[in-house]
């Protein structure tokens, strides 16, 4: 399975019609967008709607410069899967997560953010590979080093060390896009608005 995953593009068009140019390219087979697409949360009309016309599977969560009722409104209208509050499986992968950081315009307190990571983990527990999508990235990792004002998070750290994903796809921190590290065996990808196209 070939992915794409991006978040932070905050309302970008440019950046938006570059990942979907890229999407088309590159043949992926599902897009994950981890959260703060929007500014201020006006979520740009182009967002989702160009990566379905061309066949492509997408996955969202929200950051913290939207609410969850756009991005229940969004996931509902363009029927993607939304990673907040449901866990998906394609292939014996399974995809949970949540959106949300615990400052910013719209604020998820840590204790919420790990309750649904562990809500959703439980119905994918099984798969035979595990992708974590949250718009926050670990509390304690290299990522975190990058920016004195946005603390990584508590709750995924913990929820990493608890469920054991493969993988983590993250965002908010946009200094340190790009950064890949691991913690135990879980590859951290901070994937930001440049993106990341990877392999399960």
Known sequence: MKVLAFS???????????HVETAKKEN????IIAGDFSVLDQAPQNLIGPFKAIGKKVLVVHGNHESETTLEFLSESYKVGNLNKYAVEYDGVGFFGAGGASIGPFMTPEKVIFERIKNGHKYVSKAKKKIMVTHSHPSGSLMEQFSNIVPGSESVRRAIEQFHPDIVVC???????GIEEKIGNTRVINVSKVGKIFDI
Not at 9 to 15: C, N, Q, R, T
């Open 28 to 31: 992926v087979d599902l897009v």
């Open 8 to 18: 932070d593009v905050h309302g970008d068009h440019s950046l938006i019609r570059k």
């Open 171 to 177: 965002g908010h921190v946009h200094e340190a896009q």
